[in-house]
């Protein structure tokens, strides 16, 4: 079975919107406007890109990444290499850029689920704020990885749904805390 993980920048109050400076979101880019840049802090996305075998995305986060992505050959090296599925229920084929590599879209969370059941090493979840809701509230995160940033946004997209569901216990893998404020935090879910 492969392990499902969820990566994300995170505010302190649980927004995941706009991270990168994306337009059309009040505070975006809010990882790098008044946080002093420190490497270390984000030494998890190379980590990530060398243990993940394939990326899961959301349509939303699809076809923001793919037309950007594929000519940062040096920063996401590992993620342009790997398989891609995105989740969509409106996505073709024919919508799918042809630069990117090989690329699937899965129409449900049961496809998501088969998914899990195949042979293979993890697959990592980027952006795609509703699809990790969905997931989350699924049963089907396996491993949070998040990269917390010592701002309060108020508004905006959160990583976890209000949804009335059980509790679900996390196990603390790792953490750091850097100078400039960010904490790193991976949780392995407790299914």
């Known amino acids: ?20 400076g994306e337009p059309g979101y009040r505070n975006s880019g ?14 998890l996305k190379g980590e990530e890109q060398t243990e993940a075998t394939a990326l899961l ?36 084929d024919s919508d799918l850029v042809t630069n990117w590599g090989e690329t699937t879209i899965l129409r449900s969370l049961d496809d998501v689920a ?18 990790n809701r969905n997931l989350s509230d699924a049963g089907l995160i396996d491993q949070y990885n998040l990269l917390v940033f010592p701002v309060l946004l108020g508004a905006g997209k959160r990583l976890f749904s209000d949804a009335d569901r059980d509790k679900t216990n996390l196990e603390l893998v790792s953490s750091e805390s850097y100078k400039n404020g960010i904490q790193k935090l991976v949780y392995s879910v407790q299914h």
């Open 1 to 20: 079975m492969r392990t499902l993980i969820s990566t994300a920048f995170i505010s302190l109050d649980g927004v995941v919107e706009g991270p990168g």
């Open 30 to 43: 809010w990882t790098f406007k008044d946080i002093a840049f420190e490497e270390a802090a984000y030494a």
């Open 57 to 92: 995305l959301g349509r939303v986060s699809y076809q923001a990444f793919s037309p950007v992505w594929p000519g940062m050959t040096q920063e996401f090296a590992g993620y342009n290499a790997m398989p891609k599925y995105v989740v969509s229920t409106t996505l073709q």
């Open 114 to 131: 088969a998914l899990k059941e195949t042979d293979g090493g993890p697959i990592i979840i980027n952006g795609s704020a509703t699809l």
